[in-house]
Structure formats: C-alpha cells, structure tokens
C-alpha cells in the first residue's frame, strides 16, 4: 500500500480503539482520528481541493495536527507543512511560490490577519472545527513516486526550497526506521520538537502512527518540570530530540528517573561528545543515540545501531540507503578520507519544487549531496566533521569548526558554543568562538584560550571568544551561524 493516508486508515481499522496521541490528560483513539481524517478530507473536497493540489497546515503542535496531516493526505492533496515560527511576509513567499490556496490554522493564530492581507484569495480552514464524523471521500488515486510533502528547508541564504518527497519516499524511511529502532506497538514515541519538522514529522508522527504504536506529544513545555511530568504520566518509551534538551536532562534532579524511557534519538544537529558523556553519566539505563538525517532524505540517512552505539559518531546507514563519502568531481573516497556525505535510496527526494537548477547541483548520478563532511571508518559507522560551507581556512588550512567546538563544551560553565570565521589580513580567515554561559557563571577568557591551546594545534585556536546570553537558534533549535557571522560583520 503505496499511500500515506491509506496506509494509516488501514491501521487505524486494525485497532480503533488504542490510544493515538496522549495530550496531557487528553487521549485520542485512531477510532477518532479516521473519523476525523475523512472528515477533513471530504471538507477539503467540498473546498474545492483536487488531486495534486497543495494544502498548508500552519499549527503549532496540537492534537489536530494528525487529523490535518492525514486529513489533507486523503483528499489527495499535498501537504506543505508551515514552521509556525515565520512570519507572515515569509509563509506568503512559501504560498506563493507553491500554489496554495488553503491553510488549515488556528483562526486566533496572530499572523492570519497579516497573511490574509499579502494573500486576499487565501482561504482558511479553522483547525479547532476539523470535522470529527467520518465522510464519504473517494480512494485515493494517487500514490508511489507522486509527490506527497512538501517540505520548505530552512535555508541559510536566499529563499527556502521547498524539498519535494513522495509517498514511497516517506513510507520507506518509516519502514527502515521501524526494522532499526525495534519500534513495537507498545512503544510511546514521545514529541517535544515541532511537528512541522522533518524529523518530528516522520519519526515523531508517521512513525508511530503507521506501525500500531502511539505519540506521546507534550503539552507542558513552559518549563521541564512540567515536561518531565508529561513523559512520565503517559509512560514515553522512546524519546527524539536535539542535543539541548538531553544537556538539561542530564542536569535534573537525583530520584526523577525516566522509568518507560527505552532509548533516546539525538538528531537534527550534532551530539556533541560532552553532553553524550553527561546523560550517560545521569541516565545510565537509557541508550542515548545519534543519528543523522536531512529534509532531502524523509529524512533518517543513519543511525547508531541501539545495542552497539559508537559515540561521536552517527552510526551507519538505515535498512535501504547507501551513503558514500566523495569528492567534488563524485568519485568516491577511502576510508578515513574526508569528503561530502553523498546519499543513494527510496529516501531520497524527487528534488526541489520549481527549482530544476538547485535540484541539478544537489542530484549527481542518482546521489544526494548533502553538504556535510565527513568519512567512513575502517568498522563502517560514518563521522560528520562539519558543514561543507562552514569549514574554515586560516593559513590555507581546513579546520573544521566541530573539532573548536567539541573542545569548548569540554570547558567548565560553558552551557552553549558555536565557532565561525572571520576575515584577517595576515591569516586570511580566522576562527571566532562565540558562547553562553551556564547561570551564574563568567567566562575568563585567557584560560578559555590556554585550555584551547593545549588541546588544539595553534592554527585552530580562535584568538577570542564573544559572550551571549544565549546563541541564535531557528525554531527546530539549530545555531543560526549565518546571524553569529552578522553579529561579526556589525562588529558587537
């Protein structure tokens, strides 16, 4: 069955009556969401949404994100999932440039006012009216290789691309999620990080959601206190998340244990080796792994196998997917050698939407070229040095800000750190390291940079070190570089 949203109505036939979603002490059955999928369907029908068309859903996390998702799913259409952190000038490029017609929001969501504005012809669909009695709709007639989400990438420069994957795209990389995770039934896949993000939506939503197993999504993330007694009320067994928020829970309280808790999935940024070894030491019982993925690939490309884990690196690839390390002219290279991870599989996109020039320079040869350096181990697991575009050169040397900065975070009272290049007359370019500090604590900055210097060659020792109370970070959590290189160019 090569169709999302068949795929879930099929399950949720299966077991009707199992536990979905967990909201708080709210609970919803896939009884509920079937109805309420072909509900929205037969609504977006009635709206006038034909196979193919584009839909938007612009929520913040919330129990009818599901109905939406499938809902829009099942109508035939295509789902663009909006960051509901962008402002409405930005979420009318994205409308705009894919064709929409139809957002399903919130009607008290503050940005409507503004978007209907820049979008008179938009029409809105109120999330918190989706329909909850099932509709007579059609069987979907598309499916496979047809476009299913569209997914707007966060890009550093210019306009976001909007990643164009399909159904089999998706479904495979649920499937080999499933085989590697150990993913049964029982399982509780726990959901802090956006829904409307890459990672969240597959592993988050579709994962649990196609195999039988239900999303614990908390509600209570005003503070972790109310965070941790959410995943501890409904039992969450396997949790994603980024980086951060596994530093703050390695730093709650003797005698709150994650008893459920099976495994944890750090993605959608490094790990540095600093905050691993830090849950570990709190958290024994619990394998913290990393994984690697990017929108373009559904987005899972590797990951740490659970029972043999390889710290500091991010495991080998899922069940269906090659990856290869090249070089720019795409021959391949040896092991130890760094090089461009290059992707190859069912996971990778159809390319990008109205984009065929940026989708030529990122499909070489059936491999996608992820931007990220790195290499393969002799033992197969794969490690990211850094970003292609972030690597720097002082004196004509590749330094790799991900070497500064796993260094940094080996510093006491540093919560936050992130390294970017600056121009220099003599060097050529020269490493900056901005960082925030835990509370409470300063930085003494000259034994910041004797520790560097005892534990990197000189050449890779940035000359200082800014302040901020916290770094840049997009809604996802990743360290906007690009605005630590504009903090530098204003010179603050």
């Known amino acids: ?10 399950m949720a036939r299966t077991c009707p009556d199992k536990t979905a979603l967990y909201w708080g002490e709210a609970r919803y059955t896939y009884g509920h969401y079937r109805d309420q999928v072909l509900g929205t369907a037969g609504l977006l029908r009635r709206n006038g949404v034909r196979p193919g068309d584009r839909v938007a859903v612009w929520l913040k996390n919330c129990p009818e994100f599901v109905g939406a998702l499938f809902g829009v799913l099942a109508a035939d259409a295509v789902l ?56 007579d709709v059609p069987a979907p007639a598309r499916g496979g290789d047809d476009l299913a989400v569209l997914i707007y990438t966060s890009g550093t420069t210019g306009h976001p691309k909007g990643a164009m994957l399909s159904h089999r795209n998706l479904l495979e990389n649920v499937a080999s999620c499933r085989v590697f ?6 399982d509780r896949l726990i959901v802090l990080l956006p829904m409307f993000h890459s990672f969240m939506l597959t592993v988050g939503l579709l994962l649990p959601l196609l195999s039988g197993a239900s999303v614990v999504a908390v509600k209570g993330l005003q503070s972790p206190k109310h965070m941790i007694s959410e995943i501890l009320q409904n039992q969450g067994t396997v949790l994603p998340a980024m980086a951060a928020l596994f ?56 990951v740490n196998p659970p029972r043999n884990p390889q710290p500091g690196t991010i495991g080998i690839p899922i069940p269906g997917v090659e990856v290869s390390v090249q070089d720019d002219q795409g021959q391949c290279l040896g092991d130890g050698v760094d090089g461009e991870i290059c992707v190859r599989g069912g996971n990778v996109m159809l390319g990008y939407w109205n984009a065929p020039e940026k989708t030529a320079e990122t499909l070489r040869r059936g491999w996608l070229l992820t931007g990220d350096i790195g290499h393969r181990r002799p033992d197969g697991w794969f490690v990211i040095t850094d970003r292609k575009k972030d690597m720097l050169k002082p004196n004509g040397m590749n330094v790799y800000p991900r070497e500064i900065e796993e260094v940094l975070y080996r510093f ?47 050449y890779k020792v940035p000359r200082r070190a800014i302040v901020l109370p916290a770094l840049p970070r997009n809604a996802t959590g990743k360290i906007l570089k690009t605005t630590l290189r504009e903090i530098l160019a204003r010179g603050t």
């Open 1 to 10: 069955m090569i169709h999302l949203a068949s795929a879930f109505l099929s």
């Open 80 to 135: 663009v999932p909006i960051n509901n952190f962008l402002k409405p000038a930005e979420v009318a490029y994205m409308l705009e440039d894919a064709g929409i017609e139809w957002v399903i929001a919130e009607s008290s969501h503050a940005g409507l006012p503004e978007l209907r504005a820049l979008r008179p012809s938009l029409q809105v669909i109120d999330a918190e009216t989706l329909p909850t009695a099932a509709d």
């Open 181 to 186: 995770l150990e993913l049964a039934t029982e």
């Open 247 to 302: 530093r703050a829970l390695s730093q709650i309280p003797a005698g709150v244990e994650f008893t459920s808790l099976r495994l944890c999935v750090s993605g959608a940024g490094p790990l540095p080796l600093e905050i691993l070894n830090g849950f570990n030491a709190r958290h024994p019982q619990v394998p913290l792994i990393e994984g690697y993925g990017l929108s373009e690939a559904s987005p899972v490309v590797t």
């Open 412 to 458: 006491p009272g540093i919560r936050e750190a992130a390294v970017v290049g600056e121009p220099c007359d003599r060097r050529g370019e020269r490493a900056v390291a901005f960082v925030a500090m835990d509370e409470g604590r300063s930085l003494d900055e000259p034994a910041l940079i004797a520790f560097l210097k005892e534990n990197l060659a000189d």
